[in-house]
């Protein structure tokens, strides 16, 4: 554990949890994470968060995660930040690994509540608040009640940040936008300190979180679509509660996508995307599988429809599968 004063980043804008591109032999493809996430940094993205819950982290080994944090934190550096998911079942496991996410480069945290012990908020504020200390790296809380059980309000994340400096970002994907709008709230009232950037977790409530007070969005379907999420956020961000006949249509062509990041089976509907537009492969580890016949025939119907309608806004290249 260190006493050390911690950095700051950039906590802003459209920052993608990065899917892990898989090999048919079930190895990660280090060399495909890499290009992907410099793909990322060049449509516009402000940083990229890695081995989270879409980039299939309960799966990976610790070894894996290292592998992809210092491959990619040396290709990015000085261009963007890479965030390392912090997920565990442990927190002695958890903070062993944020040091190694140190040592490997990574510019910054997103800490989850442990992966199998299903807790009150007094542990998970617990459990965030050690990690968070062991290497002071800029830290980002990740409030997922959906996933987690463990259900953070935001007075509860106002006093976490208050007493820890490290504590830099909220990632709330409770999918209800008045979250972050009381985070906003007490931000303003100086209950919260300022630095707290607030981050849109679902992809389906974007203008609603920006609406409310997010500073940044951490995007599933941006690994499919960087320049389509960069311009639905940016539009959002220009006009917070108001936002343009543009970016409007954007938003409702971009949703039937963006509710696949709200689903069990995400992982398996975001990377189908990437595959149908040519960004990687429908390969998941197991135990996940790939999605039902009927149910990849049911969402190739959505992704060809929603690429259409997308199409009449931004052009986009795709392939058929």
Same mark, same amino acid.
């Given at each position: 554990?260190?006493?050390?004063?911690?950095?700051? %980043?950039?906590?802003?804008?459209?920052?993608?949890?990065?899917?892990?591109?898989?090999?048919?032999?079930?190895?990660?493809?280090?060399?495909?994470?890499?290009?992907?996430?410099?793909?990322?940094?060049?449509?516009?993205?402000?940083?990229?968060?890695?081995?989270?819950?879409?980039?299939?982290?309960?799966?990976?080994?610790?070894?894996?995660?290292?592998?992809?944090? $210092?491959?990619? @934190?040396?290709?990015?550096?000085?261009?963007?930040?890479?965030?390392?998911?912090?997920?565990?079942?442990?927190?002695?496991?958890?903070?062993?690994?944020?040091?190694?996410?140190?040592?490997?480069?990574?510019?910054?945290?997103?800490?989850?509540?442990?992966?199998?012990?299903?807790?009150?908020?007094?542990?998970?504020?617990?459990?965030?608040?050690?990690?968070?200390?062991?290497?002071?790296?800029?830290?980002?809380?990740?409030?997922?009640?959906?996933?987690?059980?463990?259900?953070?309000?935001?007075?509860?994340?106002?006093?976490?940040?208050?007493?820890?400096?490290? /504590?830099?970002?909220? $990632?709330?994907?409770?999918?209800?936008?008045?979250?972050?709008?009381?985070?906003?709230?007490?931000?303003?009232?100086?209950?919260?300190?300022?630095?707290?950037?607030?981050?849109?977790?679902?992809?389906?409530?974007?203008?609603?979180?920006?609406?409310?007070?997010?500073?940044?969005? %951490?995007?599933?379907?941006?690994?499919?679509?960087?320049?389509?999420?960069?311009?639905?956020?940016?539009?959002?961000?220009?006009?917070?509660?108001?936002?343009?006949?543009?970016?409007?249509?954007?938003?409702?062509?971009?949703?039937?996508?963006?509710?696949?990041?709200?689903?069990?089976?995400?992982?398996?509907? %975001?990377?189908?995307?990437?595959?149908?537009?040519?960004?990687? @492969?429908?390969?998941?580890?197991?135990?996940?599988?790939?999605?039902?016949?009927?149910?990849?025939?049911?969402?190739?119907?959505?992704?060809?429809? @929603?690429?259409?309608?997308?199409?009449? %806004?931004?052009? /986009?290249?795709?392939?058929?599968?």
């Amino acid at each position: 554990m260190t006493d050390e004063t911690p950095a700051s %980043i950039d906590w802003s804008g459209v920052i993608p949890a990065l899917t892990t591109p898989l090999r048919d032999d079930d190895t990660v493809d280090i060399a495909a994470a890499v290009d992907h996430a410099q793909w990322m940094i060049a449509q516009g993205c402000r940083g990229v968060v890695i081995g989270g819950s879409l980039g299939e982290g309960q799966s990976l080994t610790a070894e894996e995660k290292c592998e992809l944090w $210092k491959a990619t @934190s040396a290709a990015l550096r000085g261009r963007a930040p890479v965030i390392a998911a912090i997920g565990a079942m442990g927190t002695r496991e958890a903070c062993a690994l944020a040091r190694r996410a140190a040592a490997c480069g990574c510019s910054g945290l997103m800490i989850l509540p442990p992966y199998a012990h299903s807790g009150d908020a007094r542990e998970a504020i617990a459990h965030i608040d050690a990690v968070a200390r062991e290497t002071m790296l800029p830290a980002m809380v990740y409030n997922n009640p959906n996933a987690y059980r463990a259900d953070l309000s935001a007075a509860e994340i106002a006093g976490l940040a208050a007493n820890n400096p490290a /504590i830099q970002a909220v $990632k709330d994907s409770t999918g209800d936008a008045s979250r972050l709008a009381l985070l906003a709230k007490l931000i303003r009232e100086g209950k919260a300190p300022p630095r707290l950037a607030l981050f849109v977790g679902l992809d389906d409530v974007v203008l609603e979180g920006v609406a409310a007070g997010a500073h940044g969005w %951490i995007a599933g379907l941006a690994n499919a679509l960087p320049a389509e999420s960069v311009a639905l956020f940016e539009g959002a961000l220009a006009a917070r509660g108001n936002p343009s006949r543009q970016v409007i249509e954007l938003n409702r062509a971009f949703m039937p996508l963006l509710k696949m990041d709200t689903v069990g089976d995400f992982v398996q509907r %975001i990377k189908l995307v990437q595959a149908v537009v040519g960004r990687g @492969s429908e390969q998941v580890r197991p135990p996940r599988l790939p999605l039902a016949p009927a149910d990849r025939v049911a969402c190739l119907s959505i992704i060809h429809d @929603s690429l259409a309608a997308l199409g009449r %806004i931004h052009t /986009i290249s795709s392939t058929t599968l």
